[in-house]
């Protein structure tokens, strides 16, 4: 689950990881008011950010300095309501729905800080680099020497001595090595205790008056472990996520929306993406990753044909089961159900193999369906890209 910045901001803080003041506004009448409050106690100068679960808001005209009232009104009345359009958001863009008033901050530098689970030593690493404000795949990209990485056991945390030769190497000041390396120490701590994937503080920034700051945060939890924070739970931001997708978890489906016109049923992650390799190897793209998993019920059958059938860029459905927990026969169950309930009318092509393959052929034989069979991965793909043809 991903974070809004606010509210990884406040998370990053409870585990003493410094941010500056800031309040998230969903209306120009609060902004107003962060700002003034701002400006009495002696900070004039403010940023104005969108908040969207997604990167280059700067970029995309989301986020903006405002040096007076007349300022962060304008801004704040461009931003708010806005479809921001970035390079991860898509065309489409994302409507802003809220906006972080944050007190200014007199930079001296910038840098690069991030928790991810490096799967190669399986632990978690912190990737630091003095080239903050960039993309880090940018910078791994043109100066792979100035990223440097320190891997970590969760039960003991990043040790004092390697935060600081990651604070010293990307060149912090000598004066700010202490306030850096407590900085470090205190992001691994909460990457770690609130299971996340990733941390990230793009720039991490050095003031004029002697601190250091997270000036942005991105943090992204493990879904696995969403039992585990009842506190982050209630964070989710279900405008910024695909209503299919929000539908799809909410029935125990991995669904991922895409841009083809294929819609893939597959049980298995595995599987799943061999399908959409094979649709796209002859000439079509696959419309949604999808998969049921290995113990689906004919509910969630219903359910997942349900969210195929939503995208109107669908074409044509390939249902590609290996049945080994999951029985066949439930698979062509749910999909007569589902078909029937929904006045199913697109080509279906299905390929069935495993437990109960052959229930499951006769009752799709049974049914008044019109269903294209298929006898392999190949040949179903090849069925399926026709038709969608």
């Given at each position: ?18 941010v ?21 106690s ?28 007349a ?21 489409k ?6 906006i ?65 030769e990651l ?10 090595l ?7 120490v ?9 299971d ?20 942005d ?14 506190e ?33 049923m597959v ?26 998993g ?15 059938l ?12 290996f049945?080994?927990?999951?029985k ?12 029937k ?15 109960n ?13 019109k ?5 392999s ?8 890209c026709?038709?969608?043809?």
């Amino acid at each position: 689950m991903k974070l809004h910045e606010f509210q990884a901001k406040q998370q990053l803080a409870r585990f003493g990881v410094k941010v500056p003041e800031g309040r998230a506004c969903s209306t120009l009448a609060e902004a107003l008011a962060a700002y003034e409050a701002f400006a009495a106690s002696g900070s004039p100068v403010c940023a104005i950010k969108a908040q969207i679960h997604a990167g280059g808001r700067g970029k995309g005209g989301g986020v903006k300095i405002a040096k007076s009232r007349a300022e962060a009104e304008a801004a704040a009345k461009a931003i708010l309501g806005m479809q921001l359009v970035t390079h991860q958001t898509g065309p489409k863009g994302q409507k802003v729905r809220r906006i972080l008033v944050e007190r200014g901050s007199a930079i001296e530098r910038e840098f690069y800080i991030g928790c991810v689970v490096d799967r190669d030593s399986a632990q978690p690493v912190m990737i630091a680099s003095s080239e903050g404000g960039m993309e880090i795949e940018e910078v791994a990209a043109k100066h792979p020497e100035k990223i440097l990485r320190a891997g970590f056991q969760p039960a003991t945390g990043l040790p004092q001595e390697k935060a600081l030769e990651l604070a010293r190497g990307i060149g912090i000041p000598s004066s700010l090595l202490a306030s850096a390396a407590q900085f470090l120490v205190a992001l691994a701590k909460a990457f770690v205790e609130l299971d996340c994937s990733l941390a990230e503080i793009n720039p991490l920034v050095t003031t004029k008056g002697g601190e250091v700051l997270a000036l942005d945060a991105k943090l992204t939890t493990d879904d696995n472990a969403s039992f585990r924070h009842a506190e982050l739970s209630a964070l989710r931001d279900l405008d910024e996520e695909d209503p299919l997708e929000v539908q799809a978890s909410n029935f125990g489906l991995n669904y991922i929306k895409l841009d083809g016109s294929i819609g893939c049923m597959v049980n298995g992650a595995g599987l799943a993406m061999a399908t959409m390799d094979v649709i796209k190897l002859y000439g079509s793209e696959p419309a949604n990753f999808l998969d049921v998993g290995g113990g689906a019920t004919k509910e969630q059958v219903m359910a997942a044909f349900k969210i195929l059938l939503a995208d109107r860029n669908t074409k044509a459905v390939l249902v590609n089961i290996f049945g080994g927990i999951m029985k066949c026969d439930t698979i062509a169950e749910g999909i007569v159900a589902a078909a029937k309930e929904l006045k199913f009318t697109l080509p279906l092509v299905v390929r069935l193999e495993g437990t109960n393959v052959e229930q499951g052929r006769a009752i799709l034989a049974a049914s008044t369906l019109k269903i294209t069979a298929a006898s392999s991965l190949d040949d179903a793909a090849q069925k399926a890209c026709a038709a969608a043809r």
